[in-house]
Structures are given as structure tokens and as C-alpha cells.
């Protein structure tokens, strides 16, 4: 019999994995543990090994599914288990010889008109046009329930397939979802129009983060999508510019980000207090200790000095190390300080978590950024790694902006947005015009957690820190 | 500097100007390629002009038969002259109308062989054209018979079948007994010749329900047609008197003599896929010629799609078509896949006409099989056409009542299965079927009360 593979628990509080890409063809021989396919969670890509050793049978799900974690992913046939290719198995007509086959030939063609059958994707050679008569035993999957690929027109209706009308097969094509994965509300469970749109308006207000922590929702679920506006925007191309347009099917870590960024607008009140930062002191002491720190082999850049700072006025106001149980009503304070870190990476951005920052040395954390950035941006962060911050910290000014809006990382409460470090001139106690080195700082806190004059007391305390960098000794355990 | 098109599509047949026109309304500029006659085989040699005679031969046959009513006509004959150019101007008409689509849709149209210099370039008649996407629509031809080699003369392929004008030999032998050797053998027939049809298998229509093809074949012998099953044309040799096939019937091995006038082959379709450079360019083909695609019509290069008899069976106008229409769709950057049932029809009189699944394909896949039967003979209506040889057949999941196929002998049976495809496609159930009020007297109160019959509730006849 063979085995079916179900999506793995990648790690804790991952609840589903885009099927990103199908690293072996249906009918290939694998290895255990040899890599099979490649999985991404939220917007970590993983390649799972082949828990057996065999072939591999039928891919249950296609690129660019989302699968929840324990679905059945992949039918994997023990070695010696594997029957014959449809391609050899003979027709059951009567013997052949010269000048047969021709009239035979028809009547396979004939036969396939009608006979359902599946056919081998991937493999040229092994796709058998003309199936084996009906007469003679076939191939018999016996996980008949899985989605196969029919002959072209002729869907057979194998226990499985979905029943759902055109139009509804249709719509749920368009908005890129997975007909069988939509509840029929018809007989047999059939899909309607209907049942697609509430489906799509679901998907559209939901997150994996949200459904794990939230699920229970207390305004009425059905009023919830629409009256936010979430319905799935359907674009229409202007009219004369249809050449000028490029369409790409939104995947893998773009969706996953659009997902994040609708679940923060959404379920989050976001605010914002800009403040600015006099630099000069960090800048000069960074300077100093620069070549300490290269001498160790570590590049040390202004942000684990930001961080540590960020981690001492977290401690004077835990409501912006907290998060909102919806669910339960309750405000989870958290007495620990993990520090999301947001990264451009080429495919997209990234926010890698910083753990324990309170009780590791500047040099220790200096070191930990690097590494964390630096796998990022090659794409080998590992689940944990982008899970479980309490609070982040996005770093706008290595790009350039004079400052922004960041959006909140949910499940945490805040996030500081620090910008690049220039020289401007500034009033001093004396009323001296100065040339200071100023930062601008953006702070975005959900309202719901977080009051205004807290949030403002926070950036004064981390500006306090930052402007005389030797009272962060005060903070050293 | 060549032209680029957004779009070429190769072929003009059904699937290939349905594609290039759905193409044009989704604002691409759009080329059509045609190597021989803008409509393909159906519209020219095909499809189309087959009906146009098969409806001739039932007009005649009807003005023959009418007696029961009292009908009485002296001396039914045709005009053969006339036929063909009826027969002629309807094709015109409908491939002038496929040139005007083309222009109403601003597709251009360019006569010519077309062959893949690389991918995104195509040669025809010595010019260079370049495209940014592809539609692969070449159809296909008829198989040749190793030792019965077509010469349109005295062995004739179904486009030499259709030439009516020099008169209809007195007997013919038709090897094949697919839908076009049974449509060819039923106008001969009635236009006078004596006609055997040979089918290599155990039934005609090898892949159909076998209780609705052996019904047929029942019906067409009644009618005066010879059809052996399990007999294959060995050979031929021409004499003073004829051609004399050599027969086998593959049960006992015996050999037999049958003298003819003239021959058929009609021995199924073959793709025309080769010789266009498809495989040049890294396009996958399998090992009879049939250009391989995904259920989006991808071939295996991106960029280039293929519909179609070129692709795989079953080859039907209509698959073609449909497949044209969701290959241009997801050229023009949509997301269309294949994915409808397919219905099947032969248009001899009585028609026979399938859609969905057969009871042995149903019980394969896992059903609790029921089957509902109606046959016309107790349908009012079909006793008002004259014409109550017939059944209409249903297919149905016993456990869940889902409707699985449909099965019909009878007079307009390629009308009435449009109604069952509906069905399938709902996802309906047979009670479905059996609820909707139908307009009496109709031949389709048939699939009412089949669905009846399959609950055991029929009015008109014994529910066992």
C-alpha cells in the first residue's frame, strides 16, 4: 500500500505551508530523507525530506496550494510496489500482427473518447495516449478520493471531484483558490457562487496568525468581511492597456506578506508619534569602539546600541511588550524581550527575531544581527527564527526616507521605525545654532494596548538612553 | 523588422478561430495562420457538409417511408448536381462567415504553411512572423489502412466520401465503425448503394455504453445495413467485377470474399503534429504525433499552447472549440483550465449521443451504479415522428443520487444531451432531472422519466 505523506508541524504555532515547488516528478525514485518538496511557512521555505524510501506515487496538492499542517501532501508507493507503466500494458485485443494495428488503433481511439483515465504529467515517454482496454485489470489507485489530472474534456466524475457548477469553478479560479477547499452549500455538498464569494470574503479577512490566536471572533463573523471592505478587489484592466500591463500569480512570500500586512491593518489601531533623536554622542562612541568590535571580528552598526535601548524603556512600559488574546479578552504582558528585526531580502521583507535582547552583551547582539541578516537575505532562516518577537524594530533609514508609517508586526503592540542619522542644525540650551547629528524615530502602536502619552513616554525614555549612550551601562545586568 | 503579434494561432479550424477571435476580443493583436482552407476540416470536409448529406438521405428516406401516414410519393429521387452545390453553398457561407468574424474582430489572416523557426518565430511562405504566444491548432487526418491505400477514386477517405456528384456506387464496404463510418454507411445506404460496415472490435462504437451502441447498430441493420463486429479487412484486390476485400472474422478465424464498387477507410483521425518544427523547439510530442498539454493547454514551452484533434482525443469540433477558448483566454493572461464534460454524438438517424460516464466507468470509479431507462417506444412523441426505435439511458449514484452520464438512441439526441451535459456540469442529482417539468409531448419527457425509472417511479412503463 502506498504511504501518504501529511505536512509535518514545521514549528510551533505554524498551522499551514504554501507548496512552493515540486522538487522530484510523479514516478521518480526517492531516497529517505532526500529533499522532495519545498514548503514555505509563513515566510520560511523548508525542504522536507521523503520520511520513506520509494517512489513517489501522485502529488496530492498542487504549487501554490496552501495545506494545512497533518493534510496529506504526497502518495509515496513502496520499492517494488510500483505496477508497470500505463504506457506497457497491452490492449486486450486479439493478437497482433502486421496490418492490425491500424483498426485496432481506432478503436483505442475510439475507447479513450469515453474511458476515464489519468494520465502521467510529467513523464513524456510514459504518457500513454491509447489506455488499456477496459476488459484487462487497470491500474487501481486506491486513494481514488485524490485529485488527479483527467484526460483533457473528459472529467470524469470520480468519487472526489468537486462538484461545483462552471461559473463557481470559474470565479474560484480567478481569485486563485482551491475549488476543493471552498464548503458546498448545495446536494452532495455542491459549490454555488455564492458559496465561493463567502469563502473568498473569509480567506480575505484571515490570517494563520488569526485563526490560531483568535479564532472566536466576538463581532458576528458574517458581518465581519463586509462591512470592512475585504472582499477580494477584482482589477480590471483599463481599457488600451492591456500590453502595457504584467500579471503574476501572487505567491509564496508575497502572499504571505500581503497576508501579514492586511491582518495588522485590520486588527490593529494604528497610531503614530514621530519624535527625533540627537545622535551625536552614539555616533562618536560607536566610532571609538568600531575597531574593538572589528577586532573581535564583528561589524558593529548603531542598531544593537538602538535595541538595548529599546529593550531598557520596554521594561518601564510593558504595555508595548504585550499583546491582545481576543479570544479571551485578555492583555498578555510579556516578560521577555524578543526583537523582531525587519530585513529587505531580494524576494521580499522579512522580519528575522533577535531573542533574550536584555541578556545579551552589545557585541553578542551586534554579531546575532549579522548573522540573522545575512541568512535572510539568502533565504535560509529557519521557522523559529521568524517567530515569537514581542516587539520590532524596522530600519527605514538605511534606504533613505525622511521618515514613515511602519505597520505593526501582530501579534506585537509596536514597532519603532529609526531613520537615517544626518547632520542638521539644531538650538542648543545656549541658543546656539549647532550642527548635531539628528535621527528621526516613528513609533506606530496599536491604540487598543497602548495610550498616547505612554507611547510618547517610551520614546522619550529611548531617546534619553540614545542621546547619553553611557547610561545604557545603568541598564547592564 | 518582422511584425509582432501578440498572439499567432496556427490552424483556422473550430478550436483555431475560436481561439484567435476570443484572443482579438481580449485586445490582443492577433494573426491566424491557415495552410490550406480558412475553417478547417469541419467546416470544409468535415462535420459541417457530412450533415448537410446525411440530412438529404433522411429527407429522402422520409419521403420513401412515409407511407405509414399516408404519404405517397411517386418517385422520390435527388438531384445530385443540386446536393452538392447545396451542400457547397452551405459551406461557403459558414467559412465566408469565419473570414468575416476575422475581420469584424480585426484577426488578421495569412495563407501558408506555418513552421517554428524558434519560438517566438514562425515561417510562412518564406516570411519571418514573430509572436509573442502561440496557439498550435493543426487538427488532424485521416489514419491511413496499411494495404487499402486512398486514391479518392475507388478507395476513398471520408473527404473523397463526401464527393456526391458522379453518383453513389452500387455496393460499398466501410472499414471502421466509428461515428464517421457509420454517417458515410447510413447516406449511402439510403441513397441506394449496398453497404457492409466492418468494425475490428466486438461493437460498433468500441468505447461506448454497449446496450445503446448495439441498440444502434440493432436499429441501422434493420434498416438494411450489413455490420459485422470482430471482422477485419484484410486485403484488397482489384478485378473485372469489383474489388474483392478479403474479410477475417477474428472469432473463427474464417476468411470470406466481399465484392465492391468502392471502399472507406475510416479507420480514425491522426494529429498533425509533426512537421511544423514543433519538436525543434523543445515542444513535447508523444509517440503517435499528439502535442502533449496540461489542463490549461500549455505544451511544455511556455509561450506556446495547443488545442485540439492535435492534442489528444476525443476529436470533436466542439472539445476543440473549447479548448480554443481557454487557451486563448490563458494567453491573454487569464487563469481558464479544460474542464467539462465532453459530450459525444453520431448523427446517423436514429442519432446516438453520450455524455458523462458509461455504468462500467461509474462502477471503476467507485459508484453504487443505478441505472434509469426510458425507451422512446413508449414516448408519444416519438410515435408522432414515426420513429420509436430508441432509448434514452441514465446513469446515476445510488448512494448519493448524483447524475453520472447519459446515454441516448433516438431522434435528436445531440439536442436532447445538451441538457444532461447542463446537468452534470450543476452537479445535479437524477431527482434533479426528474422534478423538472418537461413539455409534453417531447422527446425529452425521456430523460424525466428515465430519472423516474432509476427511483423506480416511472409513469409510462414497469419500474423493474
Sequence with gaps: ?477 | MPTNYDLIVIGTGPGGYHAAIRAAQLGKKVLAVEAERVGGVCLNVGCIPTKALLHAAEELEGAKQGGAFGLEVKEASLDLKKLAGWREGIVKKLTGGVSQLFKGNKVELKTGFAKFVDKNTIEVAGERIQGKAFIVATGSEPNPLPGFEVDQKEILDSTGALRVEDGFPRRLLCIGGGAIGLEFAQIYKRMGAQVTLVEFMGQILPAADPETANLLAKILTKQGLVIRTNTKAQKVEKKKDGLVVTLEDLKTAKQETLVVDKILVATGRRPRGKGLGLEAIGVKLDEHGYVLTNEKMETSIPGIWAIGDVTRPPLLAHKAMKEGLVAAENAAGGNAVMDYHVPNVVYTSPEWAAVGMTEEEASKAGYKVKVGRFPLSASGRAMTLGSTDGLIKLVGDGETDLLLGAHIVGPSASDLIAEVGLALEMGATVTDLGLTVHAHPTLSEGIMEAAEHLHKQAIHIANR
Aim: hydrophobic share 40%.
Design chain 1, 1 to 477: 500500500m502506498p504511504k501518504e505523506v501529511v505536512l509535518p508541524e514545521l514549528a510551533e504555532s505554524v498551522v499551514e505551508g504554501e507548496i512552493l515547488r515540486w522538487l522530484v516528478n510523479e514516478g521518480d525514485k526517492l531516497k529517505k530523507d532526500q529533499p522532495f518538496v519545498e514548503v514555505m511557512t509563513d515566510k520560511v521555505t523548508v525542504e522536507l525530506p521523503s520520511p520513506y524510501e520509494g517512489v513517489l506515487l501522485q502529488k496530492l496538492v498542487k504549487e501554490g496550494d496552501v495545506v494545512p499542517v497533518h493534510a496529506s501532501i504526497a502518495l509515496i508507493a513502496e520499492p517494488g510496489e510500483v505496477t508497470a507503466p500505463i504506457s506497457d500494458q497491452k490492449p486486450d485485443a486479439p493478437p497482433s500482427e502486421q496490418g492490425r494495428a491500424s483498426p485496432s488503433l481506432q478503436a483505442q481511439e475510439e475507447r479513450s473518447i469515453v474511458e476515464p483515465g489519468r494520465v502521467i504529467e510529467d513523464d513524456g515517454a510514459s504518457l500513454s495516449l491509447f489506455r488499456p482496454d477496459g476488459r484487462q485489470e487497470q491500474v487501481k489507485n486506491p486513494f481514488s478520493t485524490a485529485p488527479t489530472l483527467p484526460p483533457q474534456g473528459q472529467t470524469p466524475l470520480a468519487p472526489g471531484r468537486v462538484i461545483a457548477v462552471p461559473a463557481a469553478r470559474k470565479l474560484a479560479r480567478e481569485l486563485g483558490l482551491d475549488i476543493a477547499r471552498i464548503p458546498g452549500s448545495g446536494p452532495n455538498g455542491r459549490v454555488r457562487v455564492a458559496d465561493v464569494k463567502s469563502y473568498a470574503a473569509d480567506q480575505g479577512s484571515k490570517t494563520s496568525y488569526l485563526e490560531t490566536i483568535a479564532t472566536p471572533q466576538p463581532a458576528p463573523p458574517e458581518a465581519r468581511p463586509t462591512s470592512l471592505g475585504v472582499n477580494p478587489v477584482q482589477y480590471k484592466t483599463p481599457r488600451g492597456y492591456e500590453d502595457r500591463e504584467t500579471r503574476v500569480q501572487l505567491r509564496g512570500v508575497r502572499r504571505a506578506i500581503s497576508n501579514q500586512m492586511l491582518a495588522s491593518h485590520l486588527y490593529t489601531v494604528r497610531t503614530l508619534s514621530v519624535d527625533e533623536v540627537d545622535m551625536t554622542e552614539l555616533v562618536a562612541m560607536r566610532a571609538r569602539l568600531k575597531t574593538d568590535a572589528e577586532a573581535q571580528g564583528v561589524r558593529l552598526s548603531y542598531l544593537p546600541f538602538i535595541f538595548k535601548a529599546v529593550v531598557a524603556a520596554l521594561k518601564k512600559f510593558p504595555s508595548l511588550n504585550s499583546s491582545l488574546d481576543e479570544a479571551r479578552q485578555e492583555v498578555v504582558q510579556k516578560n521577555y524581550y524578543n526583537i523582531g528585526m525587519a530585513v529587505a531580502a531580494e524576494n521580499g521583507l522579512i522580519v528575522p527575531v533577535l531573542r533574550e535582547v536584555d541578556r545579551k552583551s552589545i557585541l553578542e547582539l551586534a554579531n546575532e544581527i549579522n548573522l540573522l541578516a545575512d541568512k535572510a537575505r539568502s533565504g535560509k532562516l529557519s521557522p523559529e527564527e521568524i517567530s515569537g518577537s514581542t516587539f520590532s524594530v524596522t530600519n527605514i533609514g538605511s534606504i533613505g526616507a525622511l521618515f514613515s508609517f511602519p505597520i505593526i508586526n501582530v501579534p506585537d503592540a509596536a514597532i519603532l521605525g529609526i531613520h537615517s542619522i544626518h547632520k542638521r542644525p539644531v538650538v542648543d540650551p545656549s541658543d546656539q545654532i549647532v550642527v548635531r547629528q539628528m535621527m528621526y524615530l516613528s513609533l506606530s502602536f496599536d491604540h487598543r494596548l497602548v495610550d498616547g502619552a505612554e507611547a510618547a513616554r517610551f520614546c522619550k525614555e529611548v531617546i534619553r538612553l540614545l542621546e547619553r549612550p553611557e547610561r545604557l551601562f545603568l541598564e547592564v545586568l
